[in-house]
T-cell receptor
Framework: KQEVTQIPAALSVPEGENLVLNCSFT??????LQWFRQDPGKGLTSLLL?????REQTSGRLNASLDKSSGRSTLYIAASQPGDSATYLC???????????FGQGTELSVKP | DTGVSQDPRHKITKRGQNVTFRCDPI?????LYWYRQTLGQGPEFLTY????????KSRLLSDRFSAERPKGSFSTLEIQRTEQGDSAMYLC?????????????FGPGTRLTVL
């Protein structure tokens, strides 16, 4: 069964700290992997997409890595800010046309 | 606004009533997806369309649920005889799936509450 797991479920850090969010998936034959941000009661905002042939993607203070052989992806957030507080979701696409399989998310709180 | 839009944003209904949600994808996107999200969980896939063809349906999509995408533009999701267990956020996404690339963009969602 294709499953995606995110650990931890919740994380609280002081402002300015660098942090890593983890995502693991059971089937390594992925097409791509997306990281999303979700604010309470809102839709999802796409942060980064990593193709299966790529090892990492960067956007501003965010860096996402992909290791298919170990079934893991990480989202690195540098110099965290209170505005980064949100739930971060990892999602895997196993074939080009189909559904995203989501993890349960990590709820991040950055304290001023 | 050129993003994915959904209407209504919130819907409160009584058990047994029918409800219909609308999604307008990003223009020129050929694929449209519906997901459902309950509190504290990640979204779960319901169904997706390529143009007007419905290509995949989850077993979560019982016979009370029906989705359409006439003319390959906007889509509607109808739930008949709503149950309290249908209370959730219904999310729509679209993508332009071209060779080697498929990034999905999500709308703001429709929050359904069944009393």
């Amino acid at each position: 069964k294709q499953e995606v797991t995110q650990i931890p479920a919740a994380l609280s850090v002081p402002e300015g700290e660098n942090l890593v969010l983890n995502c693991s998936f059971t089937d390594s034959a992925i097409y791509n992997l997306q990281w999303f941000r979700q604010d309470p009661g809102k839709g999802l905002t796409s942060l980064l997409l990593i193709q299966s042939s790529q090892r990492e993607q960067t956007s501003g203070r965010l860096n996402a890595s992909l290791d298919k052989s170990s079934g893991r992806s990480t989202l690195y957030i540098a110099a965290s800010q209170p505005g980064d507080s949100a739930t971060y979701l990892c999602a895997v696409l196993y074939n080009q046309g189909g559904k995203l399989i989501f993890g349960q998310g990590t709820e991040l709180s950055v304290k001023p | 606004d050129t993003g994915v839009s959904q209407d209504p944003r919130h819907k409160i209904t009584k058990r047994g009533q029918n409800v219909t949600f609308r999604c307008d994808p990003i223009s020129e996107h050929n694929r449209l997806y519906w997901y459902r999200q309950t509190l504290g969980q990640g979204p779960e896939f319901l169904t997706y369309f390529q143009n007007e063809a419905q290509l995949e349906k989850s077993r979560l999509l019982s016979d009370r649920f029906s989705a359409e995408r006439p003319k390959g533009s906007f889509s509607t999701l109808e739930i008949q005889r709503t149950e309290q267990g249908d209370s959730a956020m219904y999310l729509c996404a679209s993508s332009l799936a071209i060779a080697g690339y498929n990034e999905q963009f999500f709308g703001p969602g429709t929050r359904l509450t069944v009393l």
